[in-house]
């Protein structure tokens, strides 16, 4: 069962990063109720609630006794700007370009944050550390960025944030190695979003930009060994 911090927080967000970074194909079945709350960490209503959300934006379709289904707009998209854009990019374009927007998010964020806003970045953080499985992990990545984007109070950014992680999603990355089910400990990630969520929630504008930077830079290194 989930734990009472992470009941409910962002509850869409979750799902849709959890169809987007799951590779589900057009009409494919999700994984039934049960085992979305466990891995989502919701309650099942904070889940039905955005299930139904997804719903009418018409990412899902749902037939009683059969289940719920991702609909063909929700992944094909052929006709979708950034879509396209991405099919293009090359991973190592697609990273530069993340390291040129995201660090000025995590300024405006560190200016403009709620309280609430960095409860939930620590919420994400933690749940990324309990993350028993890659793609659970993934999730919780993807929130906490887009939780940050969320911080900077500004809907532009946060278009432009959401835009950039549709082109990402599109971008062959090609098939990426793992030497484990899930990420160790001592994770590199960990850290480097613990010191941006620290620079934010210290309205430190400059040290943001640096940390959200030096961690781009990192997976950067990661997956090419150069930047």
């Given amino acids: 069962m989930p734990d009472s911090a992470s009941l409910d927080v962002n509850p869409v967000a979750r799902l849709r990063s959890y169809i987007a970074e799951g590779g589900f194909s057009s009409g494919v079945k999700l994984p039934p109720e049960r085992h979305l709350t466990d891995v989502l960490g919701l309650t099942r209503t904070a889940l039905r609630k955005a299930l139904d959300v997804l719903e009418r934006d018409g990412v899902i379709w749902r037939h009683v006794g059969k289940g719920t289904f991702l609909a063909d707009a929700a992944s094909t998209r052929s006709d979708n700007a950034s879509v396209r854009l991405g099919r293009q990019l090359t991973p190592f374009r697609m990273m530069r370009a993340r390291m040129v927007i995201e660090p000025a998010i995590a300024r405006e964020a560190a200016i403009n944050a709620t309280g609430e806003s960095i409860l939930r970045m620590t919420q994400a953080l933690s749940r990324s550390r309990a993350a028993t499985t890659w793609q659970a992990y993934e999730v ?83 997956l090419f060994m150069e930047v």
């Fill in 140 to 222: 919780e990545d993807d929130i906490f960025h887009r939780t940050v984007a969320e911080a900077s109070d500004n809907l532009l950014l946060l278009s432009l944030f959401d835009q950039l992680n549709e082109v990402r999603r599109a971008v062959a990355w090609g098939n990426v190695e793992r030497s484990s089910v899930h990420p160790s400990p001592d994770h590199s990630s960990f850290g480097q979003h613990d010191a941006i969520a620290d620079a934010i929630a210290s309205r430190d504008p400059q040290r943001s930009y640096d940390e959200m930077r030096a961690h781009l830079q990192s997976v950067a290194a990661r």
